[in-house]
């Protein structure tokens, strides 16, 4: 084994020969250079973890060439024995480095976070709050690295006046680091201690009767797939989501009936929705016949991609209801409808459970042990709820 100090000199009179050769620094210990047949020389530093019985490890500084010169690799060579005195592993800590430089990078850890998300609304909330607020701040920092206050700055990015998107981007990072902890990769959550914002004030708007009507007379002119969703929205009462994620497979126009799969609800449950008169006339315009296709999507643009226009199909919507002569409408949302859909079903006497049942809600009466000992489904008390509304709907479009 040769041995001599390695140095500019000494290195370049390495020779190569038909097996690699070592040259082991005589004043550091564990310190020495590699040459191999082809003439390739990289630094390296040997050593064990305890005593002589430890298997010896040997930890590569780099090959010979910019930065590694004799010089640099002895300096990297001193901060390793240090590191060993000390009883810390330099293979350990490069690994560990290497894995938070990829694997636990906030953008690559983000994305695989989003991919074990449950229910496509959870998903989509997930998705938009880290790309649009969490990972153009937080970036590929490693997630051992991320303290409160770089929260805090990602939240502050957020404009004041957006209460609950402030909330909801809270939400996906408190569930995003608690998840880390629960796989081990961060002991502790950085936000552990972070005051929740303030929740929403809850909408209380609701359409009148007069109103309801504005919207379903002016929604055909809108836009082919826009129109036909805002009336299924009313006939129906579900999410905006659900309405236009909608694939002919879900709907069952001789048992008219909507079956809507727990992948595509907001809490993973299952819904099953009963077709009243008017939801199945719209969905018989929208299949241009009585008898509906068994596949592909319900809304499909031009492009056989899934409709996305809402801001453009609510604006021109407001515009024509604007032009209908009956003056002007106060500021309303989509899911106001779903709203005025429940607050209906109220002044028409339907059962608080059923009214739950169609909007497919787990709290109130299905929540605790009454959901999970109650598994009366509802059908006909939803079937005469939607009909009810179906007939009230249908009085309210004729005045």
């Not at 994305?111 to 998705?127: E, H, I, M, N, P």
């Amino acid at each position: 084994m040769a041995t001599g100090r390695i140095s500019k000199e000494t290195v370049g009179r390495l020779q190569t020969n038909s097996a690699a050769a070592f040259l082991w620094d005589d004043e550091l210990k564990g310190f020495g250079v590699r040459v191999t047949s082809s003439g390739s020389k990289t630094y390296v530093f040997q050593y064990r973890m305890g005593g002589r019985e430890a298997k010896t490890q040997r930890y590569t500084i780099g090959r010979h060439g910019s930065p590694w010169t004799a010089a640099t690799a002895r300096m990297e060579a001193v901060r390793i024995f240090t590191l060993v005195r000390q009883r810390a592993n330099p293979v350990d800590m490069d690994k560990q480095r290497r894995r938070e430089a990829v694997e636990l990078a906030f953008a690559a850890y983000a994305d695989r976070f989003a991919k074990s998300c449950t229910g496509k609304g959870w998903r989509a909330l997930v998705d938009r709050s880290l790309r649009l607020h969490l990972i153009p701040v937080l970036g590929h920092k490693p997630l051992t690295q991320i303290v409160r206050s770089d929260i805090v700055i990602a939240l502050d990015e957020i404009p004041r006046e957006q209460i609950a998107n402030r909330r909801n981007v809270f939400a996906v990072a408190r569930r995003l680091f608690r998840w880390a902890v629960s796989r081990g990769d961060i002991k502790i959550s950085p936000m552990e201690g972070m005051e929740t914002p303030k929740a929403v004030k809850p909408r209380e708007r609701w359409l009148t009767d007069k109103e309801l009507r504005r919207i379903w007379n002016a929604a055909p002119r809108t836009h082919p797939c826009f129109g036909p969703i805002v009336r299924l929205l009313l006939a129906t009462g579900q999410r905006r989501e659900e309405v236009s994620g909608l694939s002919w497979s879900e709907l069952d126009r001789k048992e008219r009936m909507w079956t809507l799969p727990g992948e595509r609800t907001k809490n993973g449950e299952p819904n099953y929705i009963p077709l009243n008169d008017l939801a199945v006339a719209e969905l018989d315009r929208v299949a241009g016949a009585e008898k509906w296709p068994t596949r592909g999507r319900t809304f499909a643009t031009s492009t056989g991609g899934a409709f996305s226009g809402f801001a453009k199909g609510k604006l021109k919507l407001d515009s024509l209801i604007e032009e209908d002569g009956e003056g002007p409408m106060p500021p309303w949302r989509l899911h106001d409808l779903r709203r005025t859909v429940a607050t209906g079903f109220q002044r028409l006497g339907v059962r608080f459970e059923a009214t739950e049942a169609i909007l497919n809600h787990v709290g109130g009466s299905r929540a605790g042990v009454a959901g999970i000992y109650q598994r009366h489904d509802w059908k006909p008390e939803k079937i005469d709820a939607l009909r009810v509304w179906n007939a009230h709907l249908q009085e309210t479009l004729s005045t």
